[in-house]
């Protein structure tokens, strides 16, 4: 017997994988997802009525989806209202959640209020009747032990709850209220509001119809397993309904166009030589293979590399100073606080990862909106001269694909005895090109022509194993050349610098001092050259509220607002070299000025697992990112690290802050700061389901407290396996594999699982897209750019880390700021030096539970870190 097949109406929420999930595992049911706005299925067509029930007679039931926004409003709702009113002759079982129970409501006649506090990633204990007989028919509830379910919502349904006296409500609870006969309560949440109680309904029956409704979320990580057997209950009858009316399902799939499915674990593989002929050539693929001189840069490769001791003081600027001098590139992702993991303690930034001569290396770069991406090359060894070519991206393909299609031709076996990066693609993207992921398209007329990702071949790096204490020097080179005298002279120049034998560097411990957080002002101290523009604390608690009125009204579960600080100082160097020009310390009792010092100074002021210094694309970014967004591995093991709930480090002495690591247990284990972490959670859970498909997602860890420089962060880890591709088909002539062009298997990767979770659901809130949107609206309509992006490798051995772009400073190398000539805050001569900017985001997660000054402070604590490194005295 084919398995049961459900529609789910999805209404744009950043769940409806999760619940996709649970119906495919605890139903062993074939789900197919569709929006409720699909465009093939328009409420405006004439045939409207008649395509939506030839759609429905395919399904044996439907499920509308949670979703932002009113059961109200017909564009938040879509198809879902419409379901609701079909005739008789059409019906199907159906089960609400969220606004889909809401909508249900409303369709009864019923009204939807504002809760007096939105209840978003809240865990309440259900009130249901296991045993009223009455209910039995079609009792959803029927049997089920109590559970606890997590809540994500602003509105609740009022079907008169309010005017039944207390004496009255355990036997008038479950009964039908009398001017809206339709709705049969089946559940209720009691939530404690001080001088009262607010009853809120949880679940319904339509008494006439196969409708179901449920308030809270079933597929949340900490609604209680046993509350599943309520879904188990709901296709129960739903099926029972189906036969009882002799409701028979069309046997083949619909093939709506806007329908997708998750992931099957068993999917088949794609095979990439079968979606196109040779002469069918377009897009990216003629690029790729048509032989161009770029697109075959770094081909057939081999992994080769020797390894080193690393002298205990040897830091990884110092090797980037004594191999790099005179560089105008650079991508080192610095795990500046692994000096303590040598001690056990920190774990989590094992390696760093410099990469050797990017300025001669290949990049790839794509800017949100364009239909083409740009390579670009100046290696001397590879090519005489700088080339630079337009690739085009052909009708639905994206930069992704592209990516994924030069990635795949440059596969490299695992190497055991190098469990990290072997040489692959180093970069970052922006937030903005997350946006155009989510069809968030708010950026078409961008005052400049800055790329939104830039990615970069690396052959040749080194990598710092912290725990071991080695250096690898490693390259991946032609077929051919054994690489050995390259990497000699990289061991040799390490081995002969002074710094390495001596022990002779910078010292910028001055940086590593932590202070107390003080209100934000422009610093006294700060050296003349450099003018210092902090948010208005007064316009940032405003947009908190802002952000609260749109989570009252059900358009959002949690907003992370930002915002930015701009620092304008005299230009360190031009940007040709502005890189290290000087790899040199800064002037003692100066402010750091070049990006090589500023970089230098917040590494050691707040050492980060997941720092990182890169130059590419016109852009640099100084980090000292504590979070790490993705990680995979070549098997298809992808983990997740989102962080949530922040505590600023205090050195005892009271206030507010956290002095020890249990301190910050107690702070940080609170409802809000955990539901804050629990919404993410869901909602990463629904990136991953995306790509690994239903059953293949966990979470291995919820609301942990980890230790940070200057903070405490509270984190969980979100696990997803990717599908495995099955063998690749035998060859059809039976001839060896060399000669079957069918070789190159195309399957879901860590870089589909990095494309589909853009922007970090940590720096948006929930539901995804709309966050966005009203972020964009409420922080100014600015560009977040770098900040809220991702930085990081996916190696040529199928493995990738990526970081969070927080806690940094970023510059673009076009971006120059006017100045007026003699305002004091210039050193120019005759009015004419240039002068940079540098951009710090900062801001936290605002709930329902926020306050406004609260807000404020959590944003200029992380603030605090990267701007204090403007400041030699450390004021700010
Ligand atoms: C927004 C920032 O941080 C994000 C927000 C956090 C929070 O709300 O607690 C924690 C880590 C980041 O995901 C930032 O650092 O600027
Ligand atoms: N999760 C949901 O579907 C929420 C529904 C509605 N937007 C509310 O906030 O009440």
Not at 461 to 482: E, F, N
Not at 601 to 625: E, K, N
Request: with cysteine.
């Amino acid at each position: 017997m084919s398995p049961p097949r459900i529609l789910f109406i999805d209404a744009y929420d950043s769940f409806s994988n999760n619940i996709v999930s649970l119906l495919t595992t605890t139903l062993e049911a074939e789900v197919d997802i569709l929006p409720i706005d699909p465009p093939e299925l328009s409420p405006d067509s004439p045939s409207f009525a008649k395509d939506l029930t030839d759609l429905l007679r395919h399904y044996d039931a439907v499920v509308c989806g949670p979703g932002p926004g009113s059961p109200n409003l017909a564009q938040d709702v879509g198809l879902m209202k419409y379901i609701w009113e079909l005739e008789p002759a059409h019906l199907v079982p159906v089960l609400g959640i969220c606004l889909g129970f809401q909508s249900l409501v409303v369709s009864c006649g019923g009204i939807v209020k504002k809760l007096q506090t939105g209840l978003h990633g809240m865990i309440r204990d259900i009130d249901h009747d296991i045993h009223r007989p009455s209910l039995e028919e079609g009792n959803i509830f029927c049997g089920v032990p109590p559970f606890k379910a997590t809540l994500y919502h602003s509105l609740h349904a009022d079907i008169g709850q309010d005017g039944i006296a207390a004496g009255d409500w355990e036997v008038s609870k479950w009964s039908r209220p009398a001017h809206l006969p339709d709705i049969v309560p089946q559940a209720w949440v009691y939530e404690n509001r001080g001088d009262d109680t607010e009853r809120i309904l949880m679940g319904v029956k339509h008494s006439k119809k196969p409708f179901w409704g449920l308030q809270y979320h079933p597929e949340s990580i900490c609604t209680e397993p046993t509350g599943h057997q309520v879904i188990q209950n709901w296709f129960k009858e739903a099926v029972r309904w189906d036969r009882v009316n002799s409701r028979i399902r069309e046997p083949e799939p619909s093939s709506l166009r806007s329908i997708t499915r998750l992931p099957k674990s068993n999917a088949h593989p794609i095979d990439e030589s079968m979606n196109y002929s040779e002469n069918s050539l377009k897009g990216y693929d003629s690029w790729l293979n048509g032989g161009s001189e770029l697109a075959s840069f770094g081909l057939n490769r081999r992994y080769r590399s020797c390894s080193l001791r690393l002298p205990i003081h040897i830091e990884v600027p110092d090797i980037v100073e004594i191999l790099q001098g005179g560089k105008k590139d650079f991508i080192i992702l610095d795990s500046a606080s692994a000096k303590a993991s040598r001690i056990g303690a920190d774990v989590r930034g094992k390696y760093s990862i410099i990469a050797l001569d990017v300025d001669e290396t290949m990049k790839l770069e794509y800017r949100a909106g364009d239909r083409h991406a740009t390579a670009r090359c100046s290696s001397p060894h590879e090519f005489s001269q700088k080339i630079t070519e337009q690739i085009p991206l052909g009708p639905g393909q994206t930069i992704w694909q592209l990516l994924a299609g030069f990635w795949n031709k440059r596969k490299v076996p695992v190497v055991d005895y190098a469990p990290h990066f072997l040489g692959g693609f180093m970069g970052f993207t922006t937030y903005e090109l997350g946006l155009e992921g989510i069809d968030v398209n708010v950026y078409q007329d961008r005052p400049h022509n800055r790329p939104d990702l830039s990615f970069a071949w690396v052959t040749k790096s080194i990598v710092i194993d912290h725990t071991q204490g080695t250096v690898r020097i490693q390259q991946l080179l032609p077929s051919g050349s054994d690489g050995k005298a390259w990497m000699d002279s990289i061991a040799n120049k390490l081995q002969m610098s002074a710094v390495w034998s001596d022990g002779l560097r910078a010292d910028f411990t001055k940086f590593a001092q932590l202070n107390e957080l003080t209100p934000p002002s422009t610093p006294k101290s700060i050296s003349i050259r450099t003018n210092i523009l902090v948010p208005d604390a007064d316009e940032y608690e405003s947009k908190v509220r802002t952000c609260q009125d749109y989570i009252a009204s059900g358009d959002s579960y949690e907003l992370c607002l930002t915002d930015q600080t701009h620092i304008t100082q005299t230009r360190s160097c031009s940007p040709a070299d502005s890189s290290t020009s000087a790899l040199a310390p800064a002037e003692p009792g100066t402010a750091p000025g070049t990006p090589w010092q500023l970089y230098r100074a917040l590494r050691s002021r707040q050492p980060a697992p997941f720092g990182s210094f890169v130059r590419l694309g016109g852009a640099t970014l100084v980090s000292s990112s504590p979070e790490r967004f993705l990680e995979f591995d070549a098997d298809g093991l992808c983990s997740m690290r989102p962080m949530k709930g922040t505590v600023r480090k205090s050195h005892g002495g009271g206030g507010t802050g956290a002095a020890t690591l249990a301190d910050a247990e107690a702070v940080l284990h609170v409802p809000k700061e955990e539901a804050e972490n629990l919404m993410i959670v869901d909602l990463v859970r629904h990136d991953l389901h995306a790509a690994c498909g239903p059953g293949r997602v966990r979470v291995p860890k919820l609301n942990a407290v980890e230790e940070y420089a200057s903070v405490f962060q509270m984190i969980s880890v979100v696990e997803g396996r990717l599908p495995s591709p099955s063998p690749p088909p035998p060859p059809l002539d039976g001839g060896n594999e060399s000669n079957n062009k069918r070789t190159s298997v195309a399957t879901t990767t860590g870089l589909d699982v990095l494309a589909a979770s853009l922007p970090p659901g940590s720096m948006t809130g929930a539901p995804k897209k709309r966050a966005c949107e009203i972020l964009h609206a409420v922080e100014g309509r600015r560009e977040r750019s770098l900040y809220s992006g991702v930085v990081g490798y996916a190696d040529a051995a199928g493995r990738g880390d990526w970081s969070v772009t927080i806690r940094s400073l970023f510059r673009w190398d076009d971006e120059v700021a006017a100045v007026v000539p003699g305002d004091g805050q210039g050193q120019e001569q005759g009015g004419q030096l240039e002068r940079e900017v540098w951009h710090i985001g900062a801001g936290g997660a605002v709930t329902a539970l926020s306050t406004a000054d609260g807000e404020r402070d959590e944003m200029f604590v992380k603030l605090k870190g990267p701007l204090g490194v403007f400041d030699v005295d450390d004021e700010v």
